[in-house]
Nanobody, 121 residues
C-alpha cells in the first residue's frame, strides 16, 4: 500500500520560510502535488510537479513557493518563502497514478496525513 508521510510544518511569522517534505514510495512516473486546507474552507490545490519536472502553481503562491522532487530519495518538497497569514492551514501531499497532473483533488489516489503550517502576523 502506498504511503505518503509529510513533515516540516510549524509556526513562523509573516515573511518567514518553511520547507515541507513528503516521503512517498510511488512510481517515479506519477504526478505529485501539494494541497492545503484552511479551517472552515475546502481543500485547495497549491502546486504540482510531473515526472518530467513540469511545475505549476496556484496564483496565490506563484513566485513564493517552489515545488521539487528527488526520485532517488522518494521525496517531494515544497519550499515556502515570504509566507503570509493566509497561507495558514494543513498541507497535504498527494500522488496520482500516471503522468497526468491536475489541480483537481478528486483525481489524486493517494494522500498523506497532513502537516500544520501556521503563519502569524
Amino acid at each position: 500500500q502506498v504511503q505518503l508521510v509529510e513533515s516540516g510544518g510549524g509556526s513562523v511569522q509573516a515573511g518567514g520560510s518553511l520547507r515541507l517534505s513528503c516521503v512517498a514510495y510511488i512510481d517515479s512516473r506519477d504526478c505529485m502535488a501539494w494541497f492545503r486546507e484552511a479551517e472552515g474552507k475546502l481543500r485547495e490545490w497549491v502546486s504540482y510537479i510531473s515526472a518530467g519536472d513540469t511545475e505549476n502553481y496556484a496564483p496565490s503562491v506563484r513566485g513564493r513557493f517552489t515545488i521539487s522532487r528527488d526520485n532517488a530519495k522518494n521525496t517531494l518538497y515544497l519550499q515556502m518563502d515570504s509566507l503570509k497569514p493566509e497561507d495558514t492551514g494543513i498541507y497535504y501531499c498527494a500522488a496520482v497514478s500516471g503522468p497526468i497532473c491536475s489541480s483537481d483533488r478528486r483525481l489524486y489516489n493517494y494522500w498523506g496525513q497532513g502537516t500544520q503550517v501556521t503563519v502569524s502576523s
